[in-house]
């Protein structure tokens, strides 16, 4: 989503012009170049534009007011702009779910040649039966799955309330998912990748034959 200051005059996304919105380059700026598309909100520095900031994986350009906007993960960057004083009174915030702009993100990639082997499929498979289990054990006890996180920090950089809010929020998305994929979010990534306003389009046409449901079939079948 769009975390934004409320005091920069947006109250809605047509108010995105002749402001400062700051994402990351790394296929998340997409579904943002696609929605202000969209609204006909030109990216180019013209007049009643926007001018789109390429920002590393923080939110410091919004606490520093060099952006009206920035690209925030319901269950990371948004929490880590509240833990930096600001009140969620003083934010407004757009869920690219809500304006169907939204784009499918981590996933199970392989190669359409191994499909044919059986022994690959239940491989993937059993993978996917035992990261589900793990999600639902993870959403049941999100504090033991904090500290597992925490366990693992060599920076030491994560603390135990925001690995704890974080799983909270993740719980959100996960909950009651099977792993199998969600076709209508599917249709909505080929859509927003299609229509994006990049001169550098991920895709030029629409992919056939992309997903498939052979390993999450063989999942759900054991």
């Known amino acids: 989503m769009l975390t ?62 060099q952006a009206d906007c920035v690209t925030t993960m319901t269950y990371n960057e948004y929490w880590q702009v509240i833990d930096a004083g600001v009140s969620p009174d003083e934010l407004v915030t757009f869920n690219y779910t809500d304006y169907g702009v939204d784009t499918l993100e981590d996933g199970l990639y392989v190669l359409e040649s191994n499909l044919s082997d059986p022994a690959f499929v239940d491989r993937m498979a059993r993978f996917v039966r035992a990261s589900m289990e793990g999600w639902r054990w993870a959403e049941e006890h999100p504090e033991d799955a904090a500290h597992i996180v925490l366990d693992y920090d060599e920076t030491g950089a994560q603390t135990e309330q925001h690995q704890i809010r974080m ?6 998305l996960t909950a009651g998912s099977d792993g199998v994929l969600d076709e209508a979010a599917y249709a909505r990534t080929v859509a927003t990748l299609l229509n994006n306003s990049s001169e550098a389009p991920v895709i030029s046409a629409e992919p056939v034959g992309a997903f498939t449901h052979a390993v999450t079939d063989a999942a759900m079948a054991n």
């Open 167 to 172: 799983m909270g929020e993740v719980a959100k």
């Open 4 to 65: 934004c200051w409320k005091d920069s005059g947006i109250t809605e996304p047509a108010d995105f012009a002749g402001h400062t919105l700051g994402t990351w380059f790394f296929g998340n700026e997409y579904p943002l170049l696609n929605w202000l598309a969209q609204l006909g909100i030109p990216t180019d520095g013209s007049e009643g534009g926007v001018t789109v900031q390429k920002i590393g994986f923080n939110v410091d350009p919004l606490l520093q007011r």
